[in-house]
């Protein structure tokens, strides 16, 4: 818990920057008094260069215990002064343009993480984000919210959040915003294994697809891939291919019929949500999966082992425990990264034969 390990008592053996830390943390903990004094203020009062303060406030930096307000100062964050008592309600927040996530198996581990972590005595309760739910987010100081892979609108209600001092958490994204914790996958090591997985199953091509609004964190993948083709010499080529986010359904399903014709026979698809859309268009076309076309996506769904569909699986469950750890405040990192995913093999990236290599070694 954060508050047990901050009351801390400075003896006159320890470096100059320990004792303002310290004094500090017990000026907020036993008189309430949340602004900090200014850095020249400090230097004065402890007769030390702005490089000592700065390594005092250093450690409160990394662990997100302050914000700084221009014009205003700088403020501990009040979720830390009431760190020791217990969480009792937690909000989860499902994403506004999120069509099938009670079926998606990602969502449902992420969920089921959540619970475990966060036990019988904690409600959680789920809801789809509206600006309605932000007001009542804002209303309840005393709870914390878990926003699952938001998009742009999500994130700039979580941003309004963590200004109001709540404690917020992205699952899957890295938001880079002070009061906002993460917990992500490792995209780029999502990369090293599709790039492998591609290679060792004898593809020579493969076109990546993803929504637009999926760019920067395809953007990731894609270095992880590149960089693994150069390190490992991997025989292996990439191109890309982004969906438009307005009317995504029609342009996903016209999409594949275009790449298709230019002779892109292996997809990465790295939007779950597009992978219904190419699999009744493969079979509308009369080709077969993992024969005419072969299907690599990054993400899950419970439909995967029906279609023979094969992924990257993500730790959705891993990632739910550390968003409940974080919402209970039982775990104070700023971000957690995870990068041990695990591959789901079917008949959809089945190995290349002779005759579909040359093929693809032709284009």
């Known amino acids: 818990m954060v508050s047990g390990g ?20 017990r000026d907020f903990e036993d008189n309430r008094n949340k602004k900090l004094p200014s850095e020249l203020e400090l230097c004065r009062r402890y007769q030390v260069c702005r490089t000592t303060v700065h390594k005092a406030l250093e450690y409160f930096l990394e662990n997100d215990m ?8 700088t403020f501990f964050r009040d979720e830390f002064l009431n760190s020791s008592v217990p969480v009792k309600r937690v909000w989860g927040v499902i994403r506004h343009d999120w069509e099938t996530w009670e079926t998606d198996y990602y969502f449902c581990s992420v969920i089921q993480g959540i619970m475990s972590a966060l036990g019988p005595d ?17 209303g309840d100081r005393e709870a914390s919210s878990i926003w699952i892979s938001p998009e742009q609108t999500e994130i700039e209600a979580m941003k309004q959040l963590a200004d109001a001092e709540r404690l917020v958490v992205a699952v899957n994204r890295r938001v880079a915003y002070p009061g906002i914790r993460t917990v992500s ?14 290679a060792g199953a004898g593809h020579r091509k493969a076109c990546a697809v993803y929504l637009e609004s999926e760019q ?39 999409l594949f019929h275009r790449l298709y014709a230019r002779g892109e026979r292996t997809f990465l698809i790295h939007t779950t949500s597009l992978v219904p859309l190419f699999l009744a268009e493969i079979a509308r076309s009369g080709l077969r ?17 029906r279609d023979g569909v094969s992924a990257i699986r993500q730790p959705g469950m891993r990632l739910g425990v550390f968003a409940g750890k974080i919402a209970r405040r039982e775990e104070t990192g700023g971000e957690y990264l995870l990068d ?20 693809s070694l032709s284009k």
């Open 289 to 305: 999966l993992g024969h005419d076309v072969f299907l690599f996506v990054y993400g899950d769904s419970f439909s995967f082992e």
């Open 340 to 359: 041990d995913l695990e591959i789901l093999r079917r008949g959809s990236l089945a190995p290349v034969e002779t005759s579909s290599l040359a093929y």
């Open 6 to 25: 901050y009351k801390m008592h400075a003896d006159e053996s320890k470096p100059i920057y320990l004792k303002i830390r310290e004094d500090l943390l």
């Open 185 to 198: 996958i490792d995209h780029a090591a999502a990369g090293t294994l599709a790039a492998r997985e591609l």
């Open 216 to 254: 920067a964190f395809y953007g990731k993948m894609k270095a992880g891939i590149e960089e693994t083709v150069r390190r490992e010499a991997l025989p292996l080529e990439l191109h890309d291919a982004v969906v438009p986010q307005a009317d995504w359904h029609k342009g996903a399903t016209e």
């Open 66 to 73: 302050i914000v700084r307000r221009a014009g205003k100062g």
């Open 122 to 138: 904690c409600q959680l309760s789920l809801e789809q984000y509206s600006d309605t739910l932000l007001y009542k987010l804002l």
